[in-house]
């Protein structure tokens, strides 16, 4: 669950490093002159230059010598020296401000919890309260001004809402929701608008994740034909930035011609080459006299403050020699004789390839026929899953639609058996910070020779494919990506034993696939 939910977060953070840094700083300078308390939540920064910011968000007026909560006004911070002192600012209305939007000539549009929207032309100095645009009332969360009277905002809760005359009057336009782009469950908060663009006579927005484009003059929302997860526009030069797949950006002009595609960095971390190696040959100066396996998942347990708790389910086999044949023996599972010999295992153990280096694996991969009949089961389960978030709006405008013909085409493993690909897979799930978590599904080989020594292997550190795998010996460990241990265990465990899916390719395949539709992706433009 814990990596799930870091998974889920990876692909934002880098962005959002960077802009915390610059923001902290900020905030920071504010807290030498006013001393905000532990309620106070500075998350508005609007920043004009270097010299001119205001902060806004749930502040408290510190010049009101009232207990909190008898104070009704929330306030502004300016300062116009770069943070070397700052100003507090009371504006017209006590709302918790959590969206903004400035021009260069000193305007700000504001607004939060109050509903409406509140308006400076004098860089934050004076205040005046709009009318709420949205018909029923919503809160504003996202606003756009093309210029000084025309602009358009979004709520919440749904809701699109046009105006030309500086809010005084507003018209109510569809959303992508209104227009069933998507469906939402009821009093979801999946209706968000979390941003809102004009730029020439093209509005773009994100609701919920979702990236749509329409006419300003005639709204029909419509999905571009490449994977989106984000935009930005800049105004002095009429472009649009799209933010795709894996850091790719296709820059716009404004009639959605592409102009240029560019990559940014995407990777949080990358794995390193493991430079262990292990010298096995004590080892093997004795016969193995026994093979323990060992694999344990993680199921949920109940619910407890802020989490979960999970108890295991452990299931235990080993292997005996009966006369030269490999006999499988687990409580649960009984007896079964095994395709391989104890000449397999340790040819395999004594191979001077033994580890392979992820920068080494495209030469030793290829799947099998198993590997694919378990991609094909992973596709029906991702058209399952994905038929199911339709109903809460989940199928977001960043994935990969599966009527992409290169799903189909999975037979030819040449396409996408790449190392480049293979690389960036197993490097956008890694996270080092979580590695050695305990609650992580594993299976672990114990094998003993007959004067004491012990082999342990295990896919504790596993992403797809059970790789890489660790192998332990007296006191040292290797990561090895070698996948003829997984081909090696899944002759060995029962078709029904905890893990036995973690042994197949078929969600490799699949992301491998997804990498090779997007080093391939064309932008067309639809306007």
Known sequence: MKKLIALILLSTIPNLLKAQISEDSIVTSLKKSFALTKFDRPTEIIKFNNDTILVAGFLTDLSNKKPRYEKKKNVLYKTSDGGKSWNLITFSGDAWIHCSYQKEDGKIWMSGSDNHIHYSDDYGENWSKKMNPFKPVNWVSSIHMIDSLNGISGGLSNGLATTDDNWKTTKQIESPINQGKFKILKQSARGKVHKIAVIDSIILINQNDYIFYSKFNKINWRKFNIPVSNFSINEKKNEITLNSRNGKLF???????????????YLWETITSDTTKLDLQTFFESEISSIKVTSTIWLFDKQVHLGASYKSDIQKGKIVDKKGILIFKSKDFGKRSLEISKNNIQALLRDKNLKVKLADLSKRLTFTTNDLKDYE??????????????????????????????????????????QNYIASVFNQVYLPYLLGQEEVDFIELRIESKNGNEIVIDNKKSEFYSLPWTITYGNKSMDTYNPKITELVRRILPTEFNNYEKLFGGQLIFKLIEEEIIDNLEYKNGY
Do not use: C, H, M
């Open 251 to 265: 820059v716009l002009d404004k009639k959605l011609n592409l102009i240029k595609e560019s990559q940014e960095d």
């Open 377 to 418: 089961k992973f596709v029906k389960k991702v058209k399952k899953e994905r038929a199911e978030k339709e109903n809460w709006g989940g199928n977001f405008t960043s994935q990969i639609a599966l009527t992409n013909p290169e799903f189909r085409d999975f037979q030819n493993q040449k396409s996408y058996l790449k």
